[in-house]
């Protein structure tokens, strides 16, 4: 049954990313796009916290969760191999100081295995990284169009990750990351005559940059019991400034355009000379990031924690597109989460089995537009379901729901409400047996 789920769950959200544009967001006009991923199911859940280490769930956030020991259920032989793929559907109301509009868009937001071997384990997967999709429009005195902006494209990462269990209770792990993807926008300038009425022919400029380059993730985690019956937790990640090639292409064009579908028509096109002036081929650089955090808790019961998370955004640079009203300044993520456990081992009770997860998120995205820092917070919820058998009782079903908010409609800018509804598979198996013969 459950292989049959994942062949429906994997085959519907990837029929709907290819669907559908990845994000709806005016922000991701900026830089490389929205930053798309935020970590599992159930990080989100929490609110982004990402510090707690468990055998059975993928923390894509911090390597050294890959690294552990055997655990007790198997008799001490080994941890489950685990798949997890998850995917979203996000509902956002744009908001203005004089009007509101509504998308939505449907994504794929990850895909990964883990594989143990004693206390080395690795993991490897697809993840997108940042997203981009907007459509823009500013008018002019008369109320007309006057500018139409339009992109899409993002981020991707291909990561390899490896974690090694040093001692009884402190980890160490790596991400080794190749990230690839492409970014596609244009850029629409209406004419009008005497009269106030539009021109067939509009002009619009074409820009395409196609990303590639490594990037690298460090990773510690702690647990302990300080008491009989309490356990602590804590993390530290940090990923050094990396460089991405970025080779770019830009175009002119004479258009027309189909007013009913919207259908765009290049009459005549001239292609720009970027390495005259260098810009054919250039380097964009990814900030580093630094992450820390701890928490207590019962093991199997419950656990909260708080974590912090900046990321040196003030360094960010592509040469390619500059824009004099907005700048990046140094971002900030503050997490507040933990979940509850009634009864895990519960024969009596399915829901007592359940985890009950919550968490608050307060972040500083970086990016500053018309002297306004753009900021967002979330309030998040969640469950993740008993999906296995008596065989094998690890798998679960994860879903998640946020409500929160980004941006201000301050000096004109656009405020979104947005809603994600999350929903992942975690996939837990054993590879690895010893054969007993009588």
């Not at 203005?96 to 206390?119: E, H, M």
């Not at 074409?206 to 300080?226: P, Q, V």
């Not at 005549?268 to 992450?291: C, F, K, M, W």
């Amino acid at each position: 049954m459950i292989k049959k789920l994942v062949l429906v769950f994997i085959a519907l959200f990837a029929i709907q990313s290819y669907a559908q544009e990845t994000t709806a967001s005016p922000y991701s006009f900026y830089g490389i796009g929205s930053l798309k991923f935020k970590g599992s199911v159930e990080n989100v859940s929490m609110g982004g916290l990402s510090i707690y280490k468990d055998s059975i769930h993928v923390n894509f956030r911090n390597p050294a969760t890959y690294g552990g020991s055997n655990i007790t259920t198997y008799n001490n032989e080994s941890r489950p191999v685990k798949f997890t793929v998850g995917g979203s559907h996000t509902s956002t109301e744009l908001k203005t100081n004089s009007s509101t509009d509504r998308v939505t868009s449907t994504t794929f937001d990850y895909l990964a295995l883990s594989v143990p071997i004693g206390k080395l384990g690795f993991g490897f997967g697809l993840l997108p990284y940042t997203s981009v999709g907007y459509r823009l429009e500013s008018k002019n005195d008369a109320g007309d169009i006057d500018t139409r902006f339009s992109g899409e494209g993002g981020l991707n990462k291909a990561f390899l990750s490896v974690g090694y269990q040093i001692t009884e209770g402190l980890s160490a792990g790596i991400d080794a990351n190749y990230n690839f993807g492409n970014i596609q926008n244009s850029t629409i300038q209406y004419t009008y005559n005497g009269d106030g009425d539009p021109l067939q022919t509009k002009s619009r400029e074409t820009n395409r940059s196609d990303l590639s380059g490594l990037s690298f993730n460090l990773g510690l985690h702690y647990k302990s019991m300080i008491t009989d019956k309490l356990e602590l937790q804590s993390a530290v990640t940090y990923a050094p400034t990396s460089d991405l090639s970025s080779a770019n292409e830009r175009s002119f064009s004479t258009i027309t355009i189909n007013e009913i579908t919207g259908e765009e028509f290049a009459l005549e096109t001239i292609e720009a000379d970027l390495a005259a002036s260098g810009l054919d081929d250039t380097s964009l650089t990814l900030p580093s990031r630094l992450s820390f955090g701890g928490g207590i808790g019962a093991p199997r019961k419950w656990f909260a924690g708080i974590e912090y998370t900046t990321q040196n955004t003030s360094k960010f640079s592509n040469v390619l597109y500059q824009n004099t009203a907005t700048t990046f300044e140094d971002a900030s993520t503050l997490s507040l989460g933990g979940f509850f456990i009634p009864k895990y081992n519960s024969f009596s009770s399915y829901w007592k089995r359940v985890v009950y997860r919550g968490g608050l998120r307060f972040e500083n995205t970086g990016l500053q537009i018309e002297n306004q820092s753009i900021k967002e917070f979330g309030i998040s919820f969640g469950v993740g379901l008993p999906a296995g058998t008596n065989r094998e009782p690890f798998s679960n079903a994860n879903f998640g729901f946020e409500i929160g908010k980004r941006g201000t409609t301050n000096a004109n800018l656009i405020q979104e409400n947005f809603v994600n509804f999350k929903i992942s598979l975690s996939l837990n198996d054993r590879w690895f047996k010893k054969r007993k013969f009588d």
